[in-house]
Every structure is written in structure tokens, then in C-alpha cells.
């Protein structure tokens, strides 16, 4: 009696790397595009933050909307690609003793460098922030 010959499996590797490689190279720039999105969007929020923190401390209106804008504007400066041309807007249509401040921050997220189909070519995240205005000091 001779042994039935067994079924040799050589090439299933070379097969398995051919599906898998392009699965996991899409997976692995899908991490890095989310990681760079959530990035900027912690930026924007920390951002508008300090600027509607700074913005409440000001004496007068005027002050206040260029004090939003300059410490907003701080937070995000040194970013490239991660936030290009943040926009601050004030809103300081309720600044009296007793109102608030609100900061929106918009910001335009690159993410051409990771061209593969199905993906943007950039996004944009926004954040607003309130802060309030000391009830029992003067405004200006």
C-alpha cells in the first residue's frame, strides 16, 4: 500500500499577503487621518476656550473681540497641517456685567497627504465656547 500523497499548500502565503497588505495599509492611514482630525479638534476647542476666557476679563467690548482673537489664535499658530487658516469669531453682542462671551473657532483640516479613494482632501472642525462676565464688575 503506498501513502496517499499530501496536498503541498506552497504559495498560500504569497496569497495571504497579497489580500491582507493593501487591507492593512488602508487601515493603518485611516488611523493616522482620524488621529490628525481628532487632533485639530481638541485644538479648536482648547482654542476657543482661551479665547473666550481671555475675552471675558477685558474691559469693553471692542477689547474683548480682539483679545478672543489673539489668544485663540495662540493656540492653534504653530500647527501646519493639523488646522490651516483658523477663523475666531467673537460674539460680544452680550457683554455687560451678568452676560457672557462666545468664541467659535473654525479650522480647515489638510488631508491630501493621505490621498486614497474614498478620502476627503481636507475637513473642517469648529468649536464654540462660552464664558461669563463677572456680575459685579463694571464694563467699560
Known sequence: MSKPMARGDEGSLTVEL???????????????????????????????RAGAQAAAVLPNAG?????????????ISDQSRSCAHPRVAADVSHFHPGGYVTVTVVCHVELSDFAFPGMPGSTTVQASATAPIDPYRSVG
Open 18 to 48: 497579497v489580500v491582507v497588505t493593501p487591507v492593512l495599509v488602508v487601515l493603518a492611514l485611516a488611523m493616522v487621518v482620524f488621529g490628525r482630525v481628532s487632533q485639530s479638534r481638541q485644538e479648536v476647542v482648547e482654542a476657543s
Open 63 to 75: 477689547s474683548a473681540q480682539w483679545g478672543a482673537a489673539v489668544d485663540a489664535a495662540v493656540g
